[in-house]
């Protein structure tokens, strides 16, 4: 019963360390380069399946682990941006000029009554 015991205070030990790492905030803004309007609802993506979405003044805040990453920044009419960063144990803050994409100059919207 004693080694039960040590065993179980171990294991939540071991249990409290992992909980313990903290996640570090990655926050910043996300414009229009030549506006330096804020893009509201650009996607900021820390890795596949984790990221979120410009709040109404552009800005983001990620939690991340410590860590290497490719951040992805993505606004539908503007080029995708990718920013390579090393999370440690301080905040990071990233700020994101979003260049219209050139692709489309314009778009004819055609309507017809049946």
């Known amino acids: 019963m004693k080694s039960f015991g ?3 205070f171990c294991a939540l030990l071991n249990l409290n360390l992992v909980l313990a790492q903290e996640k570090v905030e990655i926050r910043g803004v996300v414009k229009d ?3 330096t309007e804020p893009l509201v609802g650009a996607v900021v993506l820390l890795k596949e399946g984790v990221g979120v979405a410009a709040d109404l003044d552009g800005k983001f805040v990620l939690k991340a682990s ?3 990453y ?3 920044v993505s606004y539908l009419g503007y080029e ?4 390579k960063v090393k999370v440690g144990d301080k905040p990071l803050t990233l700020n994101f000029s979003m260049r219209p994409n050139k692709v489309l100059n314009e778009v004819e919207i055609v309507a017809d009554v049946a």
């Open 80 to 83: 995708l941006q990718k920013a």
């Open 33 to 35: 380069a030549e506006t």
């Open 70 to 72: 490719e951040i992805r």
């Open 6 to 8: 040590l065993f179980l």
């Open 66 to 68: 410590p860590g290497s």
